[in-house]
Structures are given as structure tokens and as C-alpha cells.
């Protein structure tokens, strides 16, 4: 017999996450932002941060590009490897809403079944899926990374929109029309979402 | 060709963990507890953390048990896995590190080598090593968990201290000694070390 994970005993942590929520004075939870490419998921969650940061709000931005320099750099883009991509990111969302912290995670995540993976690790209310919705038409007139393009002339392979499938979200608590408004109208719009349901102030369980 | 990581951008975080330690008015770091099985590496994390609470100090401890239950469910314990696991680790603990948390990091972690290449993952300062010294006969005195007594007759394999290596820290930047003083004595060994290196209240880089 090898060591399993069944000889391992779960080490409760000793301070609670309704411990730390009270100590930041907020609810922890994480902001899953879905969307296409150059659909505005990135700076959404980079202001959005900035604008937590200015009221003390303890939160951070998991972003598919860093992380993917980071935890995710040994995984491609196959649908293999964008499960075990969203699987992690999915379990590090976690341990920092356990930690008290407002995460704001940023990934195309084109796969329902993925983000129904997600949000089965979190309790009701913890895990906020949020449809990035913007026109393909619209991110590919965008385009700042010049992918579109390359997807258009195959020089890019499984780009999501174009040679690889993104699956719409059925039921997000929230929907954000990138091509109807401004960066700003959205941060405002999931501002507003948190403030109405009690996240931004701390609330006993 | 495929979509590669030359074709990803980093998104700087807007928020810089200088000024989330501003904020928290303390400096971020990964204190990183090495040390056997039942060395009390995780007794003194959350005892650690339990402190840090009360002081209004953001922290979290990252336990390899509890680890092992979500992100790093699909590694096991060859020297492979191992690598792989302190790898994503230490990928985590960054993550936590640039968000303003003091992160406590609780894993036997046995190869000087794996050790290291976290190591280098940060800023000079930022890693803290800490071996937790305690000699495998009272290790195996304690045994909480009767994994010792497992591994002697041969039911779990690849068991540090036993059937694996441990490879003892040459230059940890402290070094506690459970087998000579009490868990209480080992935290607020550590506590004069981060008060004495100005982490606990903010510091300008």
C-alpha cells in the first residue's frame, strides 16, 4: 500500500473564513468573469479591483494569462488541458475565498461543464458567474493581441469563437453587455450586484 | 502552430502588493515550514495564523494535507509528484504573497532541491525558510496519525525519514527545535523573527 489520500487528515483551519469576513468587515467570494477573447474580462476585473482597494475591500485578480505563467505553465490549450487549467484555478479561487478575500478570477472558461466544475467547489452564494457578453463581431474588430487575426489564418489552432466552441452560460446571477456600455458602466453594474446582495459589508452566515 | 505563452500578455495587477501591504500595514512573505512528519510544522502554522488573527495580521496557511484534498488531488508521492506538488505550491503561495497575505506554508517539502526552486520563485526576502528540527525518534514517539508505525512494517511506502529521504536545510533562515521546546515557544520564536525583520508593520520597499 502507497500513502493515499485517505491516511491524510484534513487540518481544520483554526481561523474561520466568517472569522476573517468579520475582520475585512466584508463576505468573501469569488467573481467568475466568462467570456470571449478581448470581451473586456481583464480590465473589468482589474478595475473592479482598484475600485475595491479604495474602500479597503480585500481582493485579488486571477487572471488566465498570468496564472498561465505561472500554476498553469506546464498546460496547453486542448480541451484536456483547459479542464485541469480551470480545475486549479477553481481550487486556488477557493483557498483565497477561505482566506477572506474578494476573487476576481478572469478566464475565458468556454466550457459550462467546466464552470459547473468551479462552482460545485463553493457553497450558495460564494461563487458569482458572470456572463462577459460581447459580440464576436465586436472582439474581433478589438482584437489587441492580433489572435483574431491569427486564429482567421489558422496560425492559431482551438481559438475560442472561431475553431473552438464557447458554450453561452445558461443561468449567471449576472449578465454584462461589453458592446452595450462602457468598462466603467460595467464595473458599476457588478458593483452594483454586490452591493444589493450583501457582499460589500460583512453578514453573518 | 498553436496558441503558445510568447502570445500571452502578463496583466500587470493594477494594485501592486506595495500597496496592499500599505493597506494591511504589514509586508507580505511565505514563512515556509519544512521539516518530517509529526515535526509540528502544522501545529504551528495555525497557531501562528491564530496569533496573526489577533493582531489584525492578514494571513493563511497553506497545509500540504489540506492542499492534497483540492488543488493537488491527482499527484502522489513519487519524487516526481512531490516536485510537482511543492511546484504548484510554491506557484500558490506567490499568488497569496503578491495579494498582501503573510503565507504560511506547511509541508514536509523533503528535497533541498524542490526547496530552492520556490525559493527562487520570489524576491530576496520574501522566502522565509524555516526547518522545524525534531529527531525521528520523537517524531515516531508522537506519531499522531500512526503513519510511522505504517511505514516500519512496510504498509506505506515512500515515507519520509523511513523509505524516503529527507534532505535537512543548510541555510534556513531559522531553524526551530520542537523535540527541545514547546509549540507555544516555536511560535513566538517565529513572531521575534518577522518583529526583529520589520514584516509586521509595514516597511517601504
Request: with cysteine; glycine share 6%.
Amino acid at each position: 500500500m502507497s500513502l493515499n489520500h485517505q491516511q491524510l487528515f484534513w487540518h481544520q483551519a483554526q481561523v474561520s473564513k466568517e472569522r476573517r469576513n468579520n475582520l475585512n468587515d466584508h463576505n468573501s467570494c469569488v467573481i467568475w468573469l466568462t467570456g470571449l477573447s478581448a470581451s473586456g474580462k481583464s480590465s473589468i476585473a482589474n478595475q473592479l479591483d482598484k475600485y475595491m482597494y479604495s474602500r479597503e475591500i480585500r481582493s485579488y485578480v486571477l487572471d488566465g494569462d498570468n496564472v498561465r505563467h505561472g500554476l498553469n505553465k506546464d498546460l496547453g490549450f486542448s480541451p484536456q488541458d483547459r479542464k485541469e487549467n480551470i480545475r486549479r484555478i477553481g481550487e486556488v479561487a477557493r483557498l483565497f475565498v477561505d482566506a477572506g478575500l474578494i476573487t476576481i478570477a478572469a478566464f475565458i472558461s468556454p466550457y459550462r461543464e467546466d464552470r459547473q466544475m468551479v462552482r460545485s467547489m463553493f457553497p450558495a452564494g460564494d461563487f458569482i458567474e458572470v456572463y462577459v457578453k460581447c459580440s464576436i463581431d465586436v472582439c474581433e474588430q478589438r482584437d489587441p493581441k492580433g489572435l483574431y487575426k491569427m486564429a482567421r489564418t489558422n496560425q492559431v489552432k482551438e481559438f475560442t469563437g472561431i475553431s473552438a466552441p464557447y458554450e453561452v452560460s445558461e443561468k449567471p446571477e449576472l449578465v454584462i453587455e461589453t458592446d452595450k456600455q462602457t468598462i466603467e458602466e460595467s464595473v458599476m453594474q457588478l458593483i452594483d450586484y454586490l452591493q444589493t446582495h450583501g457582499y460589500l459589508s460583512y453578514q453573518e452566515p
